[in-house]
């Protein structure tokens, strides 16, 4: 059974910074990565990474945010920096199945950007 857990997100002031975690199993996967929700807004990509190390970051957080995998722990990192309140959202872990590639997905976390 494949599972998702992450942690964490919480409440930052602008400036800040956050490392979220999520730790799969159940499964080999060839991606992990972030998307991210804000209110009334759709789900967007923040960052992917392979099991080989390459990198898929969305522009808006580029320099600012920085996407790390340990493959050992199947857990994937987000580090991120000098956070603004444009970063407000529900962040979602997201899995692609290596040889499936379904897509499986976390509970999501809340990060709150105060200004």
């Known amino acids: 059974q494949v599972q998702l857990v992450e942690s964490g997100g919480g409440l930052v002031q602008a400036g800040g910074s956050l490392r979220l975690s999520c730790a799969a199993s159940?499964?080999?996967?060839?991606?992990l990565g972030w998307y991210r929700q804000a209110p009334r807004k759709q789900r967007e990509l923040v960052a992917l990474?392979?099991?080989?190390?390459?990198?898929n970051v969305a522009d808006s957080v580029k320099g600012r945010f920085t996407i790390s995998r340990d493959n050992v722990k199947n857990t994937v990192y987000l580090q991120m920096n000098n956070l603004t309140p444009e970063d407000t959202a529900v962040y979602y872990c997201?899995?692609?199945?290596?040889?499936?590639?379904?897509?499986?997905w976390g509970q999501g976390t809340q990060v709150t950007v105060s200004s």
């Open positions: 159940g499964s080999i996967f060839s991606i």
């Open positions: 990474i392979s099991s080989g190390g390459s990198t």
């Open positions: 997201n899995a692609v199945q290596d040889f499936s590639g379904t897509n499986f």
